[in-house]
């Protein structure tokens, strides 16, 4: 809270002491005690002070209102309002509470839960059975997540819209290259003083009616583009700086990377040099120096709010160095719902079809001789055979008997094994098994070669370490791959060669960061994979993109 002077200082000024009494009393005595103004004391007339918290949550619950209210409508804003105020709710409780009736109040509470706006807890009633009949479910609503929340779709929704713009000019750009010239001719034209006729015509005969329609719409496109970054780029800005100001410490790294992208350049997500000032700007706004959450930018959009996090370290000394920062994780990649069965599956699959059966043994038919009876069919009371090959006969042939080489590989739909590497990705991340490094190319060449079985020793990760990289063995820098090379205990896979009985065979997985990228690539395609491009919405925008990992599939 922020002192004001007393009511009598305010009294000397210009205005009247009655009329500075009224508004002061009026902006203090707050039915709900939520006003922007709180008196302290009752000395002298008391003091005023500005309660800076309460007028940030209310600005930025506002804010949050408007949102609702546009996304999903009027009784929307009204749940949020009841939950925000009375705090978990069962749902019975918020139709009694909100006046709606109960098949209105289930369809907005589950759409808004969907969209990150509220928040579910789960509480069994007896032990801890969390069957669905012995389970309470409630409803809440935090404004700082829901702030959060709310600036970081933003924050993405401004990032489509630059990549659209971008998109729409490199589609273009041999045509406004084409105006770009004859504008240049036109300027030159008219400093010779030619007319206005005879420039018109050299114009009519550079660029066609239907070139100067798609110029037409091309600006059109481009202003509509433009309009709407304007209208999305202040809404972030507003909703940081409420939820810096009341909780720092949960203020995702995308919308601080967004205030400071924006005042730098655009191009700052790809440029090394512009991501080092990003990043000293950043130390500037939040003044302290612990370590950054990277925001990696991903073509596909999650299911959960929240990303999850996990710290960079390096490989330069055998101890665990100081972090250089904080990583965002796909969630729809590293928080899958754990399918164990699926997982099992996999894992039993690439065991068995590596296996193959050697045995032969030859039936009747592949044994020599055997051609002729070995007594007549009648006459000698025996009993009639045709051969002494049969598989009765002692040294005759094996009937379906093993029929070796013979391999148990059976196919396995992608979907699967794309599942079930997420679910082990999923099970190593929460079991901290995960290990991120920047490059493999700080490992000193004056490191001796058994400087990664230290580095396993030292930082406790297990009996045994797998190295997971985007490079072939060969291109790997040389002190790594003598190490590699060197140590039994420590293994060094593509990502093309990654598997979930991989992933499960070794305590302990370290990838670098561009590993990292072409695993979430690879396997947020497969989530996000469609079977024809001429009718899926926006195909043309990532035709691209399908073409550069159809060729690479798990």
Known sequence: ??????????AKGHLD????????????????????VKKIGDASGGQYVIDWY??????????????????FGGESVRIFNVLASKGFLEQSEVERFCLLAGKDVKQQLYTMLGDGFLSLAEIPRVGSDYAPSRTSYFFSADVHRVANVVSSSCVQTLRNLMQRRNHEVDRQQNLLDRNDRLQNLKDSMRAQGSTEEEIEEVAESWMG?????????????????????????????????????????????????????????VQAETSSQSQVATHSLLHSIIGTKDPLILTRWTDFKSSLPQPKTAWIDQLATEESGYPTGLLNLHPDV????????????????????????????????????????????????????????????????????????????????????????????????????????TDYSSVASSSHVKFLSAVRETRNWGHMALFVGLKEMDELPEPFRQCVSS??????????????????????VVMDVAALDEIEARLLFHIHRFSDQSTYPGAEAVLDFVKHYSSRIV
């Open 1 to 10: 809270m922020v002192p004001i002077l007393g009511r009598t200082t305010y």
């Open 17 to 36: 002491k009655t009329v500075v009494n009224n508004y002061v009393n009026l902006l203090a005595n707050d039915r709900d005690n939520t006003g922007f």
């Open 54 to 71: 309460t007028t940030l949550r209310r600005l930025a619950t506002s804010l949050i209102q408007s949102v609702i209210r546009e996304r």
């Open 209 to 265: 009616v239907n070139d100067r329609e798609q110029i037409n719409q091309f600006g059109f496109r481009l202003y509509t583009l433009d309009m709407a970054e304007r209208d999305c780029e202040m809404k972030p800005v507003r909703f940081v700086s409420c939820v810096v100001a009341l909780k720092p410490n949960v203020i995702s790294g995308s919308c601080l990377l967004f205030l400071c992208t924006r005042k730098l350049s």
């Open 334 to 437: 590293w928080a899958t719902y754990p399918r164990i069965d699926l997982l099992k599956e996999v894992v039993n699959w690439q065991e068995e079809y590596r296996k193959v059966e050697w045995n032969f043994v030859p039936n009747r038919g592949e044994l020599p001789g055997g051609g002729r009876k070995p007594w007549p069919q009648k006459g000698t009371g025996w009993a009639r055979q045709g051969s002494d090959r049969a598989p009765q006969w002692r040294g005759g042939g094996k009937c379906f008997g093993p029929r070796g080489p013979m391999a148990f590989y059976k196919p396995m739909d992608k979907a699967v094994k794309a599942h079930a590497l997420r679910v082990a990705l999923t099970c190593k991340y929460l079991q901290d098994d995960v290990k991120f490094v």
């Open 487 to 508: 140590q039994p205990d420590v293994h060094y896979l593509r990502v093309s060669m990654l598997s979930a009985q991989a992933l499960m065979t070794f305590p302990t």
